[in-house]
């Protein structure tokens, strides 16, 4: 919480950027005119941000990353293999110049730029912007989605949400959310693996594992250690085909069931929720978190893995982005670490802590261990 005397001044600051005459001023004066351009462009990046978001959609649709890995190319060629007329071409390209997702080059060339470069051979991201479409759709009016009276294609995508605890939807419906999780999971099991050594355990049980691309991981990272993951029933399904793929049957399994209405598979030393709590409404949340308690063992762990709110350096991740995400989704919230470190304590944990991660923005993790019951 701010200090009495730091509202103060925020609020005559506030005041101040508030009066036109004073912005005017400030945009003059060579003091405060870097401030006051970054304070405008900062503001024209929001109102303008959709019109990014879909400049870099367009970039990933045509697979214009892909294309420019190879080589830089020019506007003729461009045009032929993203399919796309010479003047429509040439505008994206432009566009996608002014946002560093490319780079203009020497002789009419065309090259990647430092944010297209990190999407190459990124399939988790791209899945996940032009998944986005789908998130727009229910956010075309936000007021609706706030009052509880807008939205419904994200609800419709993901089978299990707002169905209430236990609903299993056709397992037709599962397939494309469980695609999506496995494609976005690869970063995320990178920031556990680096963070955290599941080498030292003996059993890793995965809460919500879909289908199987984080136990897999952690499997391959750690031999010796044995693998069980639990998750709905048809997703469960499809963990055991990429497990018999990965050639990990002989000491992996999965259960298919719902962990609000029957028993985990018990007495892993590991316990998992990787991006599963903030998924769920409170009440769910302690559910599963009770869950995990009864089914670990007296000397386990258990690592929740998530981005969280209030991380610093990424505090729009948390309650603007899957905040308004969730919000559309129909269930579930963005906690910050302290709200989940009381969940914990409430269903049976203590000696809760962080792990640091090499980007939060992405997950941040707490471990904690099973208190006396």
Same mark, same amino acid.
């Given at each position: ?19 036109? %005459? ?5 945009? =003059? ?6 401030v006051?351009? #970054? ?6 990046? &929001? ?8 400049i ?5 649709r ?6 420019? @890995?190879?080589q830089?190319?020019?506007l003729?060629t ?6 796309? +007329? ?8 432009? *566009?996608?110049?002014a ?16 944010? =297209? ?7 988790g991201?791209k899945?996940?912007?032009? $998944?986005?479409?789908?998130?727009? %759709?229910?956010?075309?009016? +936000? ?28 397992? #037709?419906h ?26 030292? $355990?003996r ?12 136990l897999?991981?952690?499997?391959? *990272? @750690?031999?010796d ?6 998750? &709905?029933?048809?997703?469960a399904?499809?963990? #055991?085909?990429?497990?018999?793929a ?7 399994? %999965?259960?298919? =069931?719902?962990?609000? !209405?029957?028993?985990?598979p ?11 709590? /903030? !998924? /769920? ?17 007296? !000397? ?13 350096? @990424? ?13 559309a989704? =129909? ?13 914990l304590?409430?269903?049976g ?6 792990? %640091?991660?090499n ?11 099973? @208190?006396a019951?």
């Amino acid at each position: 919480m701010l200090s009495a005397w730091l509202e103060r001044i925020r609020d005559f600051r506030n005041r101040k950027v508030a009066d036109p %005459a004073f912005r005017r001023w400030a945009a =003059g004066f060579a003091l405060t005119r870097p401030v006051a351009r #970054r304070q405008a462009k900062a503001l024209f990046d &929001l109102t303008a941000g959709f019109v990014y978001s879909q400049i870099l959609a367009a970039c990933v649709r045509v697979d214009l990353f892909e294309i420019l @890995a190879g080589q830089p190319l020019d506007l003729a060629t461009l045009s032929k293999r993203i399919s796309l +007329p010479l003047d429509g071409a040439e505008r994206l390209l432009k *566009a996608a110049a002014a946002l560093e997702l490319i780079e203009a080059r020497r002789g009419g060339l065309y090259a990647l730029g430092p944010l =297209g470069a990190a999407l190459v051979g990124n399939t988790g991201v791209k899945a996940m912007i032009v $998944h986005h479409d789908i998130l727009y %759709a229910d956010l075309r009016d +936000p007021l609706k989605l706030l009052a509880g009276t807008g939205g419904s294609r994200l609800q419709q995508y993901w089978a299990y949400a707002g169905a209430g605890q236990g609903a299993v939807a056709e397992p #037709r419906h599962h397939v494309d959310y469980t695609t999506l999780m496995s494609a976005s999971q690869a970063f995320v099991t990178a920031e556990i693996l680096d963070a955290y050594r599941v080498s030292q $355990h003996r059993q890793l049980l995965d809460i919500g594992g879909g289908d199987g691309a984080f136990l897999i991981a952690a499997g391959q *990272a @750690a031999p010796d250690l044995q693998l069980t993951l639990f998750d &709905l029933p048809p997703v469960a399904a499809q963990a #055991r085909q990429r497990i018999l793929a990965a050639g990990l049957a002989g000491r992996a399994k %999965a259960f298919g =069931g719902s962990f609000f !209405d029957d028993e985990l598979p018990q007495g892993a030393d590991l316990v998992t929720l990787n991006r599963v709590l /903030h !998924d /769920h409404d409170d009440a769910a949340a302690l559910a599963i978190l009770w869950a995990a308690r009864h089914a670990i063992a007296a !000397d386990g762990t258990l690592l929740i893995a998530e981005p969280m709110a209030g991380t610093p350096g @990424a505090l729009a991740s948390g309650d603007a982005y899957f905040g308004f995400y969730l919000l559309a989704m =129909g269930q579930g919230r963005p906690r910050t670490v302290d709200e989940i470190a009381a969940m914990l304590r409430q269903a049976g944990f203590d000696r809760i802590k962080p792990v %640091a991660t090499n980007t939060p923005l992405i997950a941040r993790i707490l471990t904690a261990r099973p @208190a006396a019951l």
